[in-house]
T-cell receptor, first 112, second 109 residues
Framework: KAGVTQTPRYLIKTRGQQVTLSCSPI?????VSWYQQTPGQGLQFLFEYFSETQRNKGNFPGRFSGRQFSNSRSEMNVSTLELGDSALYLC???????????FGPGTRLTVT | GQSLEQPSEVTAVEGAIVQINCTYQ??????LSWYQQHDGGAPTFLSYNALDGLEETGRFSSFLSRSDSYGYLLLQELQMKDSASYFCASNTGFQKLVFGTGTRLLVSP
């Protein structure tokens, strides 16, 4: 069974631009969560989607948004990029409310 | 607020046993998970404790005490490949994981 895939793997953007990251969960997994990882703040929860509905949201500004499609694939969007948005963005999928989340390899975003 | 505290670094030798502690303070606690992350890699699930007590999975064991807001990960028969960062994470509902600060484990020959 294929794992969680994320595209693109690396991205360089300029301040003020926007970016869209994509995540394809493991087949059959309906829950997709997004996390931001930085050296200073560690791993922080962004939001979670289940069956196209956002069920939970972390403490990030409204510039961070996401959605989930009927095939469970998910995208997250960051608008008006800031230097502090440079991070590794990880998505994780799971079977509903399973205790185990499977992480993708992440998208490394650099904002210059 | 929500916080999970872990030691920043632990060192051990091959074949030894090491324990990584995690104390937590979170609102809405459903259980404690442990994840391993190698440099440049993604976190991978190790174990989960929803109830008090010990869970054993091969060389790894995890313990939870809800009354003490405390848990630990025990790694036995350490191998070089166990050198990685280890994170405890509180499941606070609807798949929201609040991660600890992370513990870097260095295993030497």
């Amino acid at each position: 069974k294929a794992g969680v895939t994320q595209t693109p793997r690396y991205l360089i953007k300029t301040r003020g631009q926007q970016v869209t990251l994509s995540c394809s969960p493991i087949s059959g997994h309906r829950s997709v969560s997004w996390y931001q990882q930085t050296p200073g703040q560690g791993l922080q929860f962004l939001f979670e989607y289940f069956s196209e509905t956002q069920r939970n949201k972390g403490n990030f500004p409204g510039r961070f948004s996401g959605r989930q499609f009927s095939n469970s694939r998910s995208e997250m969007n960051v608008s008006t990029l800031e230097l502090g948005d440079s991070a590794l963005y990880l998505c994780a999928s799971s079977l509903g409310d399973s205790s185990e989340q499977y992480f993708g390899p992440g998208t490394r975003l650099t904002v210059t | 607020g929500q916080s999970l505290e872990q030691p920043s670094e632990v060192t051990a030798v091959e074949g030894a046993i090491v324990q990584i502690n995690c104390t937590y303070q979170t609102s809405g606690f459903y259980g404690l998970s442990w994840y391993q992350q190698h440099d440049g890699g993604a976190p991978t699930f190790l174990s989960y404790n929803a109830l008090d007590g010990l869970e054993e999975t091969g060389r790894f064991s995890s313990f939870l005490s809800r009354s003490d807001s405390y848990g630990y990960l025990l790694l036995q028969e350490l191998q070089m490949k166990d050198s990685a960062s280890y994170f405890c994470a509180s499941n606070t509902g609807f798949q929201k994981l609040v991660f600890g600060t992370g513990t870097r484990l260095l295993v030497s020959p």
